[in-house]
């Protein structure tokens, strides 16, 4: 069963944050929903996120995936803390799979690790950085970094995410479940 680290910060976007989690534990995803700090996440648009566990207590953990949902406020905190890039650098060095949505690609990209690779986000977050192919796609994948432009893609990146995790045939299944269409 893949396993994947979501960690939640103050100011996130909920949208994403409950998407991610929601899509990839209907696919048998063991799903890790930390809080930078203990307690109660207060989301961007004003929703509380209740985390499982604070990230402190699964930093030594390995995990298939880390995804960073959004949300400008979220992401500020996410690369701030000195703990999430060094949990995302290990990540990269183990071969290991990097996802962020939203403003949070942001985060990737100032831990040094979207160098000269294509990379997509909310307009604008990622403006100025010469060395990422800035893609207006939905979601980008370039090897192990998986990206994501905002709110209206989450649906599409979780979807990505359980197909790169668990196959096409989960992805299928899942999203039928979905009736997206």
């Known amino acids: 069963m893949a396993t994947v680290l979501v960690p939640l910060a103050q100011g996130c976007e909920e949208l994403e944050a409950v998407t991610i989690i929601d899509l990839l534990r209907r696919a048998n995803v063991s799903v890790v929903v930390a ?103 939905a979601v980008v994948r370039d090897g192990t970094f998986i990206t994501s432009r905002g709110p209206g893609t989450a649906m599409d990146f979780a979807l990505s995410l359980i197909e790169i995790l668990c196959g096409q045939k989960t992805r299928d299944d899942v999203e039928a479940a979905l009736q997206r269409s």
């Open 35 to 137: 809080g930078l700090e203990e307690g109660p996440v207060t989301a961007s648009r004003g929703v509380v996120l209740l985390p499982e566990i604070a990230l402190d207590a699964v930093m030594d953990r390995d995990f298939d995936a880390v995804v960073l949902p959004g949300g400008l406020g979220g992401a500020q905190r996410l690369e701030a803390d000195q703990r999430i890039t060094a949990l995302l650098r290990r990540q990269t060095e183990q071969g290991r799979y990097v996802a962020a949505i939203c403003a949070a690609p942001r985060v990737l990209a100032s831990a040094g690790l979207l160098n000269y690779r294509e990379a997509t986000a909310y307009p604008g977050i990622l403006d100025g950085l010469s060395h990422i192919r800035l893609s207006s796609a």
